[in-house]
């Protein structure tokens, strides 16, 4: 099978790794060199580059005091962090990888350096709990950057077959997909075959599918930070479930085109135009004009 | 069926906290102030519609100027651009405009550089940090910045268009894409070069010497 070919789904990519005896990982770097644009060692290089990026997000996130452009949000990360140590009800790794996702946000929300995965507003569950994971497992850099190739194809199938933009698709497309990329990459760095890393992607989906994209004040902050954490801690709780032999009773790819077909019927307003749902509850407006105000008076610089 | 990088997907490495607001803002600014291709003195900015709306909880100011200070999507001094672009001597102006525009994340960037030359911009941020520039002095252009980009204004004439491309060939420079727009029949016209090398300023002086109908010249 061609390698161009092995990417047009979740079916035909795990045909082709089969028949190479390889990981999604693999078949997703030999992809990328396939494209001619860059040779091996500058494509494990630009990851390298990705997974620093993302570490040092999480530990400004949780170290550093971060306070956002709006001052809605700031110092949540690190207060879950910290109180992870009390044993939560959630598990302590759990908690952990939930903080360091939000983490990541709130970086993202201070206007601080992250890496979109695959967008910005969804940038924290990917770091949150490969980062996490890692720490607890003593995996090595080499192995979580193996991770960020299987979760790159994972995301790639969305975009190619769904989408990952919260305008086309809400939130599911967004901190769903990336919740899928994190439990088919833990899937996968922890043995699991690339069906059941896709098994975990679907089942993640499946969990918040229909999610939708209400922006309080159109930023990327309420509800989004939160529904970092909770991604973060989806992709664990599939992995877990795929990896003891539970399978996903729809096949991934029929997870995909009904995941697309949810985000065409979801309204406008509920797709990133902050017209709806918690954008519009009585605090999410008033929250909304004060921003506008903020702006107004800022801009007089 | 369009070919994403993986590098689409985990990437871009940026400054939060929105790709269209954020890194598609800074993109859009840096291609301006290459355009100009000097230092700029001052600068104003209109922007449009979700822009206008949610743009300073954004830091789509902070980005634009970023742009036009030459910081990429990714540079960590850009929650501080009013205060670098002061220090610079770069004079900065916002509009937030209620008039409708084609695209949501739409701004016109107007510009004047060190030596008083005057230009004007329009961008949008389609999505994902990807950018469109969509006019440059009033011209309608389609430039996405991913690849160099040659943007010569010429006459609309025969066989301009064949030597600009032939010399390309000759300078071993390789064309991804070339779209032609004109104002009018044998009026004015521009070409978009998209290349898979950037074009010199060496490269440019023979392309301007050897093509008689070219009447100005901007890379990217």
Redesign the interface.
Do not use: D
């Given at each position: 099978m061609q390698l161009m070919e092995a990417f047009e789904n979740g079916a035909a990519l795990c045909q082709y790794c089969t028949a190479e005896n390889c990981t999604i990982a693999e078949a997703?770097i030999r992809?990328?060199v396939s494209?001619g644009?860059m040779m091996r060692d500058a494509?494990m290089e630009?990851?390298r580059?990705?997974l620093e990026?993302m570490r040092e997000a999480v530990r400004i996130g949780l170290e550093e005091h971060v306070e956002?452009?709006?001052h809605l949000s700031g110092g949540e990360a690190r207060r879950l962090f910290l109180y992870a140590k009390y044993d939560p009800f959630s598990g302590g790794n759990t908690c952990r990888a939930a903080a360091s996702a939000m983490a990541v946000c709130e970086?993202?929300?201070?206007?601080?350096?992250?890496?979109?995965?695959?967008?910005?507003?969804a940038?924290g569950i990917?770091p949150g709990v490969l980062i996490e994971c890692g720490m607890e497992r003593n995996w090595t850099d080499d192995q979580l950057i193996q991770g960020?190739?299987t979760?790159?194809?994972v995301?790639?199938l969305f975009?190619?077959n769904a989408t990952?933009?919260g305008?086309d698709g809400g939130c599911q497309a967004e901190t769903g997909v990336a919740s899928a990329?994190a439990a088919a990459a833990i899937v996968e760095l922890s043995g699991g075959s690339p069906e059941q890393a896709l098994d975990a992607a679907a089942i993640t989906i499946k969990n918040i599918m229909g999610l939708v994209c209400d922006p309080v004040?159109?930023?990327?902050?309420c509800p989004c930070i939160k529904r970092n954490a909770l991604g973060a801690a989806n992709a664990l709780l599939c992995a877990d479930m795929v990896l003891c032999g539970i399978t996903s009773l729809i096949p991934f790819d029929e997870v995909v085109s009904a995941m697309l077909q949810v985000g065409r019927d979801i309204r406008k307003e509920y797709r990133e135009t902050?017209k709806g749902g918690l954008a519009t509850t009585p605090t999410g407006k008033a929250v909304a004009e004060k921003?506008r105000r903020?702006?107004?008076y800022?801009?007089e610089? | 069926m369009e070919d994403f990088s993986v590098f689409d997907i985990i990437g871009p490495r940026m400054t939060g906290p929105s790709s269209s607001h954020t890194a598609g803002a800074v993109r859009i600014a840096y291609i301006a102030r290459k355009l100009i291709g000097a230092e700029v003195s001052r600068v104003h900015f209109t922007l449009y519609g979700s822009f206008a709306e949610t743009g300073r909880g954004h830091g789509t100011d902070k980005a634009l100027i970023g742009g036009i200070l030459g910081f990429s999507p990714d540079d960590e001094r850009i929650p501080h651009a009013y205060e670098l672009a002061m220090d610079q001597g770069v004079q900065v102006a916002f509009t937030y405009s209620d008039a409708p525009a084609d695209h949501p994340n739409t701004v016109k960037i107007e510009l004047v550089d060190v030596n008083d030359r005057k230009m004007e911009v329009v961008g949008r941020s389609v999505g994902g940090g990807n950018i469109l520039i969509t006019e440059i002095n009033e011209q309608a252009v389609e430039l996405s910045g991913e690849y160099p980009t040659l943007i010569i204004s010429h006459r609309d004439e025969p066989g301009v268009i064949a030597v600009v491309s032939q010399v390309l060939a000759q300078l071993k420079v390789n064309i991804a894409f070339m779209r032609v727009f004109r104002h009018g029949r044998g009026r004015n016209a521009y070409m978009c070069i998209e290349t898979d090398t950037p074009v010199t300023k060496e490269m440019q002086a023979i392309i301007r010497q050897l093509c008689s109908g070219i009447t100005d010249m901007f890379a990217v």
């Open positions: 997703m992809r990328e494209r644009e494509v630009e990851m580059k990705n990026v956002t452009v709006s970086v993202n929300s201070s206007m601080g350096r992250i890496v979109a995965a695959p967008t910005a507003g940038s990917l960020l190739f979760a790159g194809a995301g790639l975009a190619q990952i933009s305008a990329m004040a159109g930023l990327v902050e902050a921003v903020f702006q107004s800022s801009g610089y | -």
